[in-house]
């Protein structure tokens, strides 16, 4: 009968396995670099504590259109050895030991973007639209947005073509010319 080793990682162990998978995580999403400006220049940066009780901090970051940032923050206790972050509905915190199951988390995080990215757009469309501007006005911060410099604002063509259907059909709608 073939023995099981079972090999227990310490927490300096369990934070780069972590950090390697949120890492190839992100490749995924944001290479080519169209995928990069439809993920909102999704990012992440780890804060790795002194080591004197002090916890290491991931923060994982991405824009919508227009240049709104969201984070989405998790904390590591080295020596607990446990993974701390917000639930999904944002009231409880999640604490969990298994660095597949955070990434999993931010995975789902990661998948809604483009949608939420598109929401945000569609929701300044309608801001535009409630201050009166014309469609000609629209355009114009449409293309704005295509060409800002801030990388996570930009939106992608996809975003781009939406929006524009959105203004006409608005513009139809409401018999605006």
């Known amino acids: 009968m073939a023995e099981v080793a079972v090999v227990v990682a310490n927490g300096q162990e369990l934070l780069e ?32 504590g002194s080591g004197n009780g002090e916890l290491d901090n991931a923060a994982v970051v991405y824009e919508t259109p227009g240049g709104s940032t969201t984070q ?7 020596a607990a050895q446990q993974f701390s972050y917000l639930s999904d509905d944002l009231d409880e915190t999640v604490t969990s030991s298994d660095p597949d199951e955070v990434i999993r988390m931010v995975a789902r995080h990661a998948d809604s973007i483009p949608e939420k990215r598109l929401q945000a757009l569609m929701n300044t469309v309608d801001i535009w639209l409630s201050e ?16 800002s410099e801030f990388l996570g604002g930009r939106i992608t063509n996809d975003e781009l073509k939406a929006g524009i259907q959105h203004i006409v059909r608005e513009f139809s709608r409401n018999g605006a010319g």
């Not at 490749?27 to 439809?38: C, D, F, L, Q, V």
């Not at 989405?72 to 080295?78: L, T």
């Not at 469609?135 to 947005?145: A, H, I, T, V």
């Open 72 to 78: 989405i923050n998790i904390v590591f206790d080295q």
């Open 132 to 147: 009166g501007k014309s469609r000609r006005e629209m355009f114009s911060e449409m293309n704005k947005l295509l060409q």
């Open 17 to 48: 396995e972590f950090e390697r998978s949120l890492d190839e995580l992100i490749e995924a999403r944001t290479n080519p670099a169209e995928k990069r400006i439809r993920f909102g220049n999704l990012r992440c940066e780890i804060y790795r």
